[in-house]
């Protein structure tokens, strides 16, 4: 049975989506007249300042467009839905966020996404830009770190890398914290009901009625283990496990936390996962320093969540309170 959207004509959900957006943030977002695609900080870029590009498929909102704005990202290039963007409106993003001290290439470690920005970042620098690329690896159900997803703690990395932009650091520094915003954020997932494209209106993949997938990636890619649905707090248990493996901290450490809804879980249930991440940190001696629930990183319609733990030291809560305004997120 076809799965229900409030769309128009499927292949026109990409263009009327950012119209919506773009008429209901004017202050923050515009759209480049010769590169519909390319969508730029009304206040960002600024000559002398390092500027900095995200971007990737749709359908994951507010990743990628929430984040572009004053102290965080200076443009953002939109592909299709699940999709890359090409590299011209890349090209493009990376024209209008510079200030004549380079620019940083963010995004998720998807082969799509790695060879068009790469090709983008040769054809800018024949136009004299000088961009360097950081990938967002914050995926831990992959044990390759190589291989590794960026998902939702692109929300933790992109504002570390945002605010050093802002504070008008040297590229060097830029890039070096962006690296270490990346290396110190960890996210683990779990699915419970499939999304479906616009172009189909068929599921992406299948579960069962009494199923769920940990470890499930943002476009279906499939997770480490499929069982059978489990309560709020044992399924935190699970994710925050794997996390707390990797990440090895240590009592009288501080964190910030992301639980992210992948589209269709509700506040309710994001909030129950919240309470069991606060009694584990809480339990081990670990500072929880602030705390995001909500719509971060979705996956359409998908049903599940993810956890994502911040890693923070004094230089990473800097730039975490670094002020931002967005057009879907503010802080400071």
Same mark, same amino acid.
């Given at each position: 049975?076809?799965?229900?959207?409030?769309?128009?004509?499927?292949?026109?959900?990409?263009?009327?989506?950012?119209?919506?957006?773009?008429?209901?943030?004017?202050?923050?977002?515009?759209?480049?007249?010769?590169?519909?695609?390319?969508?730029?900080?009304?206040?960002?870029?600024?000559? %002398? +300042?390092?500027?900095?590009?995200?971007? /990737?498929?749709?359908?994951?909102?507010?990743?990628?467009?929430?984040?572009?704005?004053?102290?965080?990202?200076?443009?953002?290039?939109?592909?299709?839905?699940?999709?890359?963007?090409?590299?011209?409106?890349?090209?493009?993003?990376?024209?209008?966020?510079?200030?004549?001290?380079?620019?940083?290439?963010?995004?998720?470690?998807?082969?799509?996404?790695?060879?068009?920005? !790469?090709?983008?970042?040769?054809?800018?620098?024949?136009?004299?830009?000088?961009?360097?690329?950081?990938?967002?690896?914050?995926?831990?159900?992959?044990? !390759?770190?190589?291989?590794?997803?960026?998902?939702?703690?692109?929300?933790?990395?992109?504002?570390?890398?945002?605010?050093?932009?802002?504070?008008?650091?040297?590229?060097?520094?830029?890039?070096?914290?962006?690296?270490?915003?990346? !290396?110190?954020?960890?996210?683990?997932?779990?699915?419970?009901?499939?999304?479906?494209?616009?172009?189909?209106? +068929?599921?992406?993949?299948?579960?069962?009625?009494?199923?769920?997938?940990? /470890?499930? %990636?943002?476009? %279906?890619?499939? /997770?480490?283990?499929? /069982?059978?649905?489990?309560?709020?707090?044992?399924?935190?248990?699970?994710?925050?496990?794997?996390?707390?493996?990797?990440?090895?901290?240590?009592?009288?450490?501080?964190?910030?936390?992301?639980?992210?809804?992948?589209?269709?879980?509700?506040?309710?249930?994001?909030?129950?996962?919240?309470?069991?991440? +606060?009694?584990?940190?809480?339990?081990?001696?670990?500072?929880?320093?602030?705390?995001?629930?909500?719509?971060?990183?979705?996956?359409?319609?998908?049903?599940?969540?993810?956890?994502?733990?911040?890693?923070?030291?004094?230089?990473?809560?800097?730039?975490?309170?670094?002020?931002?305004?967005?057009?879907?997120?503010?802080?400071?």
């Amino acid at each position: 049975m076809p799965t229900k959207k409030l769309i128009n004509d499927p292949a026109d959900v990409i263009e009327e989506m950012l119209e919506g957006i773009l008429a209901a943030h004017p202050n923050h977002l515009k759209q480049l007249p010769e590169s519909r695609r390319s969508i730029v900080a009304v206040d960002g870029p600024r000559p %002398g +300042k390092v500027g900095l590009v995200i971007g /990737g498929g749709s359908g994951h909102e507010p990743t990628f467009l929430g984040f572009v704005g004053k102290g965080l990202a200076d443009a953002a290039a939109i592909g299709n839905v699940f999709a890359s963007p090409p590299p011209d409106p890349i090209l493009e993003c990376a024209k209008a966020a510079s200030g004549g001290t380079g620019v940083l290439f963010m995004y998720g470690n998807y082969a799509g996404d790695v060879m068009n920005f !790469d090709m983008a970042a040769e054809m800018a620098a024949m136009d004299d830009i000088d961009v360097r690329t950081v990938l967002s690896t914050d995926d831990v159900a992959i044990e !390759d770190k190589a291989r590794r997803r960026g998902v939702a703690g692109n929300f933790f990395i992109f504002k570390a890398a945002g605010a050093a932009c802002d504070k008008m650091l040297s590229f060097d520094d830029c890039e070096r914290i962006a690296r270490k915003a990346n !290396d110190h954020t960890f996210t683990m997932g779990v699915a419970l009901a499939p999304c479906s494209l616009p172009q189909t209106l +068929k599921p992406n993949f299948e579960l069962g009625p009494d199923e769920m997938e940990v /470890g499930m %990636g943002i476009h %279906g890619e499939p /997770g480490v283990f499929r /069982g059978p649905m489990q309560t709020a707090d044992a399924v935190t248990d699970q994710l925050l496990d794997r996390i707390l493996a990797e990440m090895q901290p240590a009592r009288g450490d501080k964190v910030a936390v992301l639980v992210n809804s992948l589209g269709a879980t509700p506040l309710m249930e994001l909030y129950l996962i919240n309470r069991r991440v +606060k009694q584990r940190l809480d339990d081990l001696g670990i500072a929880i320093h602030r705390t995001w629930v909500g719509n971060y990183c979705t996956s359409m319609e998908m049903a599940g969540m993810s956890i994502t733990l911040h890693h923070l030291d004094g230089e990473l809560t800097e730039m975490l309170e670094h002020p931002c305004d967005c057009a879907m997120f503010r802080a400071g």
